[in-house]
């Protein structure tokens, strides 16, 4: 969704229970609870480095405080 400016709470309130009463649009409910994932799922172990030390934890743990995504 979206708009041009913040939504008020009863317009937040109105559109979460609207969405409460619809199916999912996925059939694997739960399936990621197991150990193992589903045979029809395509699990991606591709990592990469995004920093190192402690200066970067600090500077990254910020961001994710004030919610910014790049700094």
Request: charged share 20%; glycine share 8%.
């Amino acid at each position: 969704m979206f708009l041009l400016q913040q939504p008020k709470a009863k317009q937040i309130d109105d559109f979460i229970e609207v969405q409460a009463q619809l199916e999912f649009t996925y059939s694997s409910i739960g399936a990621t609870r197991s150990p193992a994932p589903p045979d029809s799922f395509q699990v991606d172990h591709n990592r990469i480095c995004l920093g190192r030390g402690e200066p970067f934890m600090n500077r990254r743990s910020g961001h994710c405080r004030t919610g910014s995504t790049f700094g």
